[in-house]
């Protein structure tokens, strides 16, 4: 299949380990005044590879820091979309972003042709599971992409099913490849979280492939310790568990309940080459995947 398009019509970063820019929730709240505001959804997905490196979450880190050059703010905190982790053409875990921004009224193609951009540029085109999808709409989000969203949780989707949809609603939209992206774009955008945690992660620079991470076990066990709200760093046996053996450029997740917890405990960890970091509110280690059996 050939490239889908369709024409219709919060940055995060801590300045490496050192601190936060954000406030103590971890955005900034929109200062606008008296300009006219429209809310923007931004969706993507399937852009790394899990032998040949990048992460999806890392190109939602770089999207936030260039959105910080329009006249947008993100108006909550970036989401990790966790989908139906039984999908077998999932690139590593099945996870989407979405990165919802308020701002001046009339970005929404400056917004998408950037994210175009930046897909194009750092998405691992050569792997074949890897199919970039991109949405981006102004406004509500259609209620349709949360049904898309609770849908794509459970079961196998097409995008025979998702671009109808993003017709029908004048979405900004591509699919590179196959498009398979697409679907969990759309979920992403849709979802909503009942339940949610959080994650902080550490970014080294995307072209460093090292398996390797540069990082101080203790300070993991520590930041664990002192963060009681953090969860599942750390094993029964004392084993670091948050760290990637990929050539991603994660260097660590920090996982908790409660974002100033998991942030701080993140900048507490002692880690070698960091570049930047991103709280990230998910569905993950929710209840949200299971389905009942009668």
Same mark, same amino acid.
């Given at each position: 299949?050939?490239?889908?398009?369709?024409?219709?019509?919060?940055?995060?970063? %801590?300045?490496?380990?050192?601190?936060?820019?954000?406030?103590? &929730?971890?955005?900034?709240?929109?200062?606008? %005044?008296?300009?006219?505001?429209?809310?923007?959804? $931004?969706?993507?997905?399937?852009?790394?590879?899990?032998?040949?490196?990048?992460?999806?979450?890392?190109? %939602?880190?770089?999207?936030?820091?260039?959105?910080?050059?329009?006249?947008?703010?993100?108006?909550?905190?970036?989401? @990790?979309?966790?989908?139906?982790?039984?999908?077998?053409?999932?690139?590593?875990?099945?996870?989407?972003?979405? @990165?919802?921004?308020?701002?001046?009224?009339?970005?929404?193609?400056?917004?998408?042709?950037?994210?175009?951009?930046?897909?194009?540029?750092?998405? $691992?085109?050569?792997?074949?599971?890897?199919?970039?999808?991109?949405?981006?709409?102004?406004?509500?989000?259609?209620?349709?992409?949360?049904?898309?969203?609770?849908?794509?949780?459970?079961?196998?989707?097409?995008?025979?099913?998702?671009?109808?949809?993003?017709?029908?609603?004048?979405?900004?939209?591509?699919?590179?490849?196959?498009?398979? %992206?697409?679907?969990?774009?759309?979920?992403?955008?849709?979802?909503?979280?009942?339940?949610?945690?959080?994650?902080?992660?550490?970014?080294?620079?995307?072209?460093?492939?090292?398996?390797?991470?540069?990082?101080?076990?203790?300070?993991?066990?520590?930041?664990?310790?002192?963060?009681?709200?953090?969860?599942?760093?750390?094993?029964?046996?004392?084993? $670091?568990?948050?760290?990637?053996?990929?050539?991603?450029?994660?260097?660590?997740?920090?996982?908790?309940?409660?974002?100033?917890?998991?942030?701080?405990?993140?900048?507490?960890?002692?880690?070698?080459?960091?570049?930047?970091?991103?709280?990230?509110?998910? &569905?993950?280690?929710?209840?949200?995947?299971?389905?009942? $059996?009668?």
């Amino acid at each position: 299949m050939g490239e889908a398009q369709g024409d219709g019509t919060s940055s995060h970063r %801590g300045g490496g380990c050192n601190g936060p820019s954000a406030t103590d &929730n971890g955005f900034r709240e929109p200062e606008h %005044g008296r300009v006219q505001v429209t809310e923007y959804h $931004i969706g993507v997905d399937s852009t790394d590879s899990a032998e040949l490196g990048m992460c999806t979450t890392y190109l %939602g880190a770089l999207i936030i820091e260039e959105m910080e050059k329009l006249p947008v703010e993100l108006s909550t905190y970036p989401e @990790l979309v966790r989908l139906n982790p039984n999908v077998p053409w999932k690139t590593r875990g099945n996870g989407a972003v979405a @990165l919802r921004f308020s701002g001046r009224r009339g970005q929404e193609r400056r917004m998408f042709d950037t994210c175009c951009e930046m897909i194009e540029k750092y998405s $691992i085109m050569e792997d074949p599971q890897t199919n970039p999808g991109l949405v981006v709409i102004s406004g509500n989000v259609p209620e349709e992409f949360t049904e898309t969203y609770h849908e794509a949780l459970h079961r196998l989707m097409g995008t025979d099913e998702i671009i109808p949809l993003l017709k029908e609603h004048e979405c900004l939209f591509r699919g590179w490849k196959n498009g398979r %992206g697409l679907i969990g774009a759309v979920s992403a955008v849709g979802a909503r979280f009942d339940e949610f945690t959080y994650e902080a992660i550490l970014y080294r620079n995307g072209e460093v492939k090292d398996r390797e991470r540069l990082v101080d076990p203790e300070s993991v066990r520590e930041a664990s310790r002192k963060h009681p709200s953090t969860f599942f760093n750390v094993d029964d046996r004392g084993d $670091i568990v948050c760290i990637p053996h990929s050539p991603c450029p994660v260097i660590c997740g920090i996982r908790g309940l409660e974002p100033v917890d998991t942030r701080s405990a993140l900048l507490e960890v002692s880690a070698g080459r960091a570049e930047r970091w991103v709280l990230w509110r998910t &569905n993950q280690h929710t209840d949200v995947h299971i389905v009942a $059996i009668d």
